[in-house]
């Protein structure tokens, strides 16, 4: 059984796509459709920078999504590798989970865009730049993690775990100087080292309501379509068939934490034995960790397409 896994925010780079686009159509399509979506020259962006307006939310989300479904794309039309027909399932980190919407057909590809433009400015919106930050906890398992967060909260500030990534590394997110605190206190908890990451919002936690209340408003005029494969959840780490609920969980998703160790364990649980990762090499690293009998492949450009399809068809 194989699983088809889309990363999330920090995957994105300046050149992402441009090679791909340069040899294939199918590719060049999928940024010509998301340009004309968002009414900009989002490609344009990707390929060339500057890299601190490609690391803007708002730009970062839909670029690493169109990312991800061009390499899919070069898959199906390039290689005639269906994705109903190949695959088993589909997940993704964060903003990939409307990567891997999009991929199963529950979202169109101008649709998901959008949506993604949307949930980037108002995560930016929601918290004044400075007042929040995120950290990663290096040799950090989620009980150690939970209670430092625990700890640095307080005082009417937000502490909280953000993202559950594997066995060696949790994020946690909130006001800036609890955040700070919990970094100051890593040792205490047993924790190796903590992190601050170069973020420009708290994402994953209560302070993102505000962006919560924007996408809820915005999901409920888009009705998702009958899905080709189900997605498993960020928040609930479970299998969803349903599209009706997968537009629900995604509301909740952006204050909720993000259970990737927890979803890889339960693709594996339920016979996932190869994991394919569009658009990045961030997932695979993590899945390794996670379980390392798990066989794993990141696809980026053309040469990687090329070389998955002959060894699987």
């Known amino acids: 059984m194989r699983a088809f896994v889309f990363p999330g925010q920090g995957s994105q780079k300046v050149g992402m796509g441009k090679q791909l686009a340069e040899a294939s159509s199918a590719a060049r399509e999928?940024?010509?459709?998301?340009?004309?979506?968002?009414?900009?020259n989002l490609s344009g962006l990707m390929?060339?920078?500057?890299?601190?307006?490609?690391?803007?939310?708002?730009?970062?989300?839909?670029?690493?999504?169109?990312?991800?479904?061009?390499?899919?794309?070069?898959?199906?039309?390039?290689?005639?590798?269906?994705?109903?027909?190949?695959?088993?399932?589909?997940?993704?980190?964060?903003?990939?989970?409307?990567?891997?919407?999009?991929?199963?057909?529950?979202?169109d590809l101008s649709t998901t865009a959008r949506l993604l433009k949307l949930r980037g400015r108002s995560m930016q919106a929601a918290v004044p730049v400075g007042e929040g930050a995120m950290a990663a906890l290096l040799g950090a398992d989620v009980e150690s993690a939970n209670a430092l967060a625990e700890a640095a909260a307080g005082e009417g500030e937000v502490c909280e775990i953000a993202n559950d990534n594997d066995p060696t590394?949790?994020?946690?997110?909130?006001?800036?100087?609890?955040?700070?605190?919990?970094?100051g206190m890593v040792k205490d908890h047993g924790i190796k080292r903590g992190v601050l990451l170069p973020v420009s919002a708290p994402f994953h936690c209560?302070?993102?309501?505000?962006?919560?209340?924007?996408?809820?408003?915005?999901?409920?005029?888009?009705?998702?379509?009958?899905?080709a494969l189900p997605v498993y959840a960020n928040v609930t780490a479970a299998k969803v068939e349903d599209a009706e609920a997968e537009r629900a969980l995604l509301v909740e998703?952006?204050?909720?934490?993000?259970?990737?160790?927890?979803?890889?364990?339960?693709?594996?649980?339920?016979?996932?034995?190869?994991?394919?990762?569009?658009g990045g090499k961030v997932l695979?690293?993590?899945?390794?960790?996670?379980?390392?009998?798990?066989?794993?492949?990141?696809?980026?450009t053309m040469e990687d397409c090329e070389n998955y399809a002959k060894e699987r068809l």
């Open 30 to 40: 999928v940024f010509e459709e998301v340009n004309d979506a968002l009414l900009q």
């Open 47 to 107: 390929a060339e920078g500057p890299e601190d307006e490609l690391t803007l939310t708002q730009n970062a989300q839909p670029a690493i999504m169109a990312h991800s479904i061009a390499v899919l794309r070069v898959l199906e039309r390039e290689f005639g590798m269906t994705f109903a027909g190949h695959g088993t399932c589909a997940a993704g980190h964060s903003l990939g989970e409307y990567s891997a919407l999009c991929a199963v057909g529950a979202f």
């Open 169 to 183: 590394q949790v994020v946690i997110s909130g006001h800036r100087r609890a955040v700070e605190r919990a970094i």
């Open 206 to 227: 209560s302070l993102m309501q505000p962006a919560a209340d924007r996408m809820a408003d915005a999901l409920a005029r888009t009705p998702p379509a009958e899905m």
């Open 253 to 278: 998703q952006v204050t909720g934490r993000v259970r990737w160790r927890e979803s890889v364990l339960a693709m594996r649980a339920d016979g996932v034995e190869h994991f394919v990762e569009l």
């Open 284 to 300: 695979v690293p993590m899945i390794g960790r996670i379980d390392k009998e798990a066989e794993t492949v990141s696809l980026v």
